[in-house]
């Protein structure tokens, strides 16, 4: 049974930085996209980026370009989101995700509990 577990979210003012770590278990991730999700409190939620487990198809949503990084560590089996030059409207749930290579870009059926994240103006 695949397991996401978040963590590193957190209050930082503008500017400032967070990374996010999701520690994946329980799947042969070799396999899947892993993505970062996130919500905001009355939007939908959006991708922020994915990449495959081997680095590649690395994607990111426009507002986030240069200044988001996703990365992984093989040994520990985890995917990173390093967040720099956070702003306010970069506030809200962040979640870890994954889905199977051979599946549908819609289809991320593993998801974290989420980690919130909040940055102050």
């Known amino acids: 049974q695949v397991q996401l577990v978040e963590s590193g979210g957190g209050l930082v003012p503008a500017g400032g930085s967070l990374r996010l770590s999701c520690a994946a278990s329980g799947g042969n991730f070799r396999n899947y996209y892993m993505a970062w999700f996130r919500q905001a409190p009355g939007k939908e939620r959006e991708l922020v980026a994915r990449f495959t487990w081997s680095g590649g198809s690395e994607y990111y949503t426009d507002s986030v370009k240069s200044r988001f990084t996703i990365s992984r560590d093989n040994a520990k089996n985890t995917v990173y989101l390093q967040m720099n030059s956070l702003k306010p409207e970069d506030t809200a749930v962040y979640y870890c995700?994954?889905?199977?290579?051979?599946?549908?870009?819609?289809?991320?059926?593993?998801w974290g509990q989420g980690t919130q994240v909040t940055v102050s103006s």
């Open positions: 995700a994954s889905r199977h290579m051979m599946s549908a870009p819609s289809e991320y059926k593993n």
